[in-house]
């Protein structure tokens, strides 16, 4: 059974950063996702399966990297010089394991975590 963990959310100050982690069963191509309350779930990153083939959501380009250890199986979202508009819900999610590209696409993602919260404060 696949299964996909995230953490690493809290509470933060405008301007500050958190660094999220996904850990998976195993090495699938990986993203992240965002959902404020009365939105719908949004593209953050996402990273390939191997190789260093990465997207962004041009909201987060230059403040937020993602990065992974595959020995380890986890996925990375660090979050700098974050805003009010950042907080969410952040969710990780896979994609079945034939696919090495990530997806910008929610229904693209097959598996997901339960979700870390992130709240940025001013």
């Known amino acids: 059974q696949v299964r996909v963990v995230e953490s690493g959310g809290g509470l933060v100050q405008t301007g500050g950063s958190l660094r999220l982690s996904c850990a998976a069963s195993?090495?699938?191509?990986m993203g992240w996702f965002r959902q404020a309350p009365g939105k719908e779930r949004e593209f953050v990153a996402a990273?390939?399966?191997?190789?260093?083939?990465?997207y962004y959501a041009d909201s987060v380009k230059g403040r937020f990297s993602i990065s992974r250890d595959n020995a380890k199986n986890i996925v990375y979202l660090q979050m700098n010089s974050l805003e009010s508009e950042d907080t969410a819900v952040y969710y990780c999610?896979?994609?079945?394991?034939?696919?090495?590209?990530?997806?910008?696409?929610?229904?693209?993602?097959?598996?997901w975590g339960q979700g870390t919260q992130v709240t940025v404060s001013s």
């Open positions: 999610a896979a994609r079945l394991p034939g696919y090495v590209l990530p997806s910008r696409i929610v229904d693209e993602y097959n598996y």
């Open positions: 195993r090495p699938y191509a």
């Open positions: 990273h390939s399966r191997s190789g260093d083939t990465t």
